[in-house]
Structure formats: C-alpha cells, structure tokens
C-alpha cells in the first residue's frame, strides 16, 4: 500500500497539471470505487463543471479541493493517476475517468479495486478512516512527548501501535521498519515501555527517513508509480525493509524477519535487541 513518501509524491506530481481545470465530465465505470455519495451518477452529476483549485494529502489520503467539495481518496493497494489526453487508449482496470474542459484527462487505474473515493461538502461528516487520523509526522506538535504520551497506555508491540493510523498518520509497513531500524528500536518492544530518549530517537528516525523517501519520490516495491507513471527510487536505500538473510548495513548481521500485527517485520537482532536481551526495558 502507498504509504505518506508515496502519496506525496502523487499529489505533487499531479498538482501543477490538476489544479485550475474545470472538469467537463466524470465517467464512472466501477461503481463501487465511488462510496460518497452512493449513486454514482450523483458524484458525477456533482463534479461537473467543478474547478480543482488544490490538492493536499493527509495520511495515506488525498484531498481534491473542488469547491465546496472535496474529493477524499485513497488509494489502497495498488490505486494510480494519469493524466492523459482525451482519446488515448483506456489501460486495462481504468475506473474513473476525469475529463477536463482543456482536452486531458485524469485516470484512476485500480488492478485490486481496493481504492475509493468518497465527495463530501463542507457540512458532511468526513470519512471516518480520514476523521480518526492521528497527527501528522512532521507536524510541529507532534513532539516526542507527545509520541510517548501516545504510548503510553499502549501495550502492543511499537510496530503495531505504529501502523495504527489513529497514532500518527500515513505509517505504513515499510517505514516502520526503517525508522525502528534507525532509532535501534525492536519492533516487538511493548509501545508503552518506551523511555523519553527512545521516543525522541523513533520521531526523528520517522522524519529523517519519510523525508528522504519523499525526495526520492517514494518506494516502488510492486506496483506504485506517480501521475507521471515514475517509479520511486527509495527501495534501493532500504536497510532492514525486504533484507532478511541481508546483512545489516550497520553490523553485517544478518536481517531477520518475523511477523508483528501480522505484517512482516524486518530488524537486525543486534542493533535492535529484544526488551530481555537488554533493549527496550
């Protein structure tokens, strides 16, 4: 799944060819894509004539400013955008088709059909997955008493409580692992027993490593590209992420993986000791 370097890099390369279209047409071909409102024609019947005048992202979410609406996104699995000009080919699993006053065309392709897309006006409720979000990474009042507060009722393993998007927004499995990695924490660590110096560590190892996937415009483990159709270059960076059997950059010992919240986990059984062999007490 896209997580937030990913959907970042979405939005910012489809800002400059998106925002300031009129949207002429909404063609719908998979109705269950749409969930707000639940009749399709109604969304389109909404968006016609609509301007786009801003694209932000929140989590793993990403917010078409149409006003007074908001497209609310996500991509889920395996979602992609393409602008393309009218008449081009329709890649196979295209399911919603933007067409804009000027000729060109916003795609959503959806191999899983996991994706969905909800409009909501200024007085509807948001989606609850995007209501319930925790803060964001880089927001100023995320500090790392803060993020220990967070856990500290928490007795599920750090992992864990950092996928939980109600925690802090757009964690995925990917960058869990790394920034565990880089703070030499142990994904199963209890979240609560985490000290006010390994708390500090984990928030700067999320931000240290979110920022530099951002400037390589993500990671491209499977399926992900931008609405460029770019794969990111950030995978080739990974240090525990996808490693098992590798040896670790830091100490040559080989990466392991188990699984944590049923993901796989990946951590080098050194710099990352388990809380009984002397990390996280």
């Not at 964001?136 to 009722?153: H, M, Y």
């Not at 996937?213 to 240090?239: E, K, P, W």
């Amino acid at each position: 799944m896209p997580e937030l370097p990913e959907v970042e890099q979405v939005r910012r390369s489809l800002e400059p060819w998106v925002v300031g279209k009129t949207i002429r047409r909404v063609e719908v071909r998979l109705a269950r894509i749409i969930r707000t409102p639940p009749n399709p024609v109604l969304f389109a019947n909404r968006l016609a004539g609509r301007t786009v005048t801003g694209i932000a992202r929140r989590g793993k979410y990403l917010l078409f400013s149409v006003p007074p609406d908001t497209l609310v996104s996500h991509l889920r699995m395996e979602g992609q955008y393409r602008l393309e000009p009218a008449g081009a080919p329709l890649a196979p699993h295209t399911h919603v088709v933007f067409q804009f006053t000027d000729g060109s065309e916003l795609r959503y392709r959806d191999v899983r059909q996991f994706g969905t897309m909800d409009l909501v006006g200024p007085d509807d409720p948001l989606p609850p997955g995007l209501a319930a979000l925790g803060m964001e990474p880089f927001d100023p009042r995320l500090t790392a008493e803060v993020l220990r507060a967070c856990f500290a009722r928490r007795r599920a393993p750090v992992k864990a409580v950092l996928l939980d998007q109600t925690v802090v927004a757009g964690i995925g499995n990917i960058y869990a692992d790394e920034a565990l990695f880089l703070a030499r924490i142990h994904p199963q660590s209890p979240a609560c027993r985490l000290s006010q110096a390994e708390a500090a560590r984990l928030l700067a190892a999320l931000r240290d490593v979110l920022t530099r996937a951002i400037a390589a415009g993500g990671s491209s483990i499977r399926t992900y590209a931008d609405g460029y159709g770019r794969h990111g270059g950030f995978q080739v960076s990974l240090a525990a992420y996808g490693r098992a059997g590798a040896p670790c950059p830091r100490c040559g010992t080989p990466i392991a993986k188990v699984r944590v919240a049923g993901r796989g986990t990946h951590f080098c059984p050194v710099c990352q000791p388990s809380p009984g062999e002397g990390g996280t007490a």
